[in-house]
Nanobody, 125 residues
Framework: QVQLVESGGGLVQAGGSLRLSCAAS????????MGWFRQAPGKEREFVAR????????YYADSVEGRFTISRDNAKNTVYLQMNSLKPEDTAVYYC??????????????????WGQGTQVTVSS
């Protein structure tokens, strides 16, 4: 089992940057693919980015491609989301999630087994 705790959210102006972190407990962190999702008020939770168990493969939603970077440090049991050129429409609660290390890139919430509590990101215009 994996427990996940996000941090690093906050208030930033449009065009600014934030780095989210997700710390995982458990010795099997490196066995999981990791994802970031976000949920804006009144909207469904949506996929943002995914990284393979080794970190060799990443995948992004079109809306964040080129602006966000997902990475992981298996020695520290931590996954990161570097967010640059932030826009007001990036405002949401951001969640990290752990899922099976399959070759298929999963972008649906049902494909992930463990979730953090979320961290708020607010981008002002």
């Amino acid at each position: 089992q994996v427990q996940l705790v996000e941090s690093g959210g906050g208030l930033v102006q449009a065009g600014g940057s934030l780095r989210l972190s997700c710390a995982a407990s458990g010795r099997t962190f490196s066995s999981y693919a990791m994802g970031w999702f976000r949920q804006a008020p009144g909207k469904e939770r949506e996929f943002v980015a995914r990284i393979s168990w080794s970190g060799a493969s990443t995948y992004y939603a079109d809306s964040v491609e080129g602006r966000f970077t997902i990475s992981r440090d298996n020695a520290k049991n931590t996954v990161y989301l570097q967010m640059n050129s932030l826009k007001p429409e990036d405002t949401a609660v951001y969640y990290c999630a752990a899922g099976p290390p399959t070759r298929v890139v999963h972008t649906t919430t049902s494909s992930y087994n463990y979730w953090g509590q979320g961290t708020q990101v607010t981008v002002s215009s």
